[in-house]
């Protein structure tokens, strides 16, 4: 059984500071990590992918890779009250699978 | 509007009835799934379509599930005899192949269904 796992929150940050949130994998098989922003009563939207080990910038937003222990990271720099959303770490390997976490609910305090 | 569509966006039905929601992927993509997401989890893997063939389907989907995509364009999900614990919201997505990693979903609205 394929798992992904998240830190359900909520996490709270002050306005203007680092949100950094968390996932691990079970499946070392995996080859691609998705961060999905899930606002209340709406769809995913993907915010952003990585493949490769490493960190991957895309604006306020900064994925972190680490295939060797199994972990994916998410950073929001300068974190906004509309940044307040739940945050889904979704996985797949070379098949048609993707593997979604049960997301980490974040609110930025104004 | 060139996203994901889905319809209806809310269904309310007694139990025992059927239903059926549609979903309009993005024109270009031809792979299409099926999630469903209940308060408070992750969206969880139903079926997948690449253009009309149905591929993989979820070992925890009950046979009163069907799904289908003729011409490979959109796609139709039935539930038959619902029950109350199908009560959730069905999500969507499409997404294109372009490389053996390279590949993201986009997600429609989602069609919540309530069953009384």
């Known amino acids: 059984q394929k798992e992904v796992e998240q830190n359900s929150g909520p996490l709270s940050v002050p306005e203007g500071a680092i949100a950094s949130l968390n996932c691990t994998y079970s499946?070392?098989?995996?080859?691609?990590f998705f961060w999905y922003r899930q606002y209340s009563g709406k769809s995913p939207e993907l915010i952003m992918f990585?493949?490769?080990?490493g960190d991957k910038e895309d604006g306020r937003f900064t994925a972190q890779l680490n295939k060797a222990s199994q972990y994916v990271s998410l950073l929001i720099r300068d974190s906004q009250p509309s940044d307040s959303a739940t945050y889904l770490c979704?996985?797949?390997?070379?098949?048609?699978?993707?593997?979604f976490g049960p997301g980490t609910r974040l609110s930025v305090l104004p | 509007d060139t996203g994901v569509s889905q319809n209806p966006r809310h269904k309310i039905t007694k139990r025992g009835q059927n239903v059926t929601f549609r979903c309009d992927p993005i024109?270009?993509?031809?792979?299409l799934y099926w999630y469903r997401q209940t308060l408070g989890q992750g969206p969880e893997f139903l079926t997948y379509?690449?253009?009309?063939?149905?591929?993989?389907k979820s070992r925890l989907l009950s046979d009163r599930f069907s799904a289908e995509r003729p011409k490979g364009s959109f796609s139709t999900l039935e539930i038959q005899r619902t029950e109350q614990g199908d009560s959730a919201m069905y999500l969507c997505?499409?997404?294109?192949?372009?490389?053996?990693?390279?590949?993201?979903?986009?997600f429609g609205p989602g069609t919540r269904l309530l069953v009384l």
């Open positions: 997505a499409s997404s294109r192949r372009v490389g053996p990693l390279q590949e993201t979903q986009y």
């Open positions: 499946d070392r098989g995996s080859q691609s």
């Open positions: 990585i493949y490769s080990n």
């Open positions: 979704a996985v797949k390997d070379y098949g048609q699978n993707f593997v």
């Open positions: 024109s270009e993509h031809n792979r």
């Open positions: 379509f690449q253009n009309e063939a149905q591929l993989e």
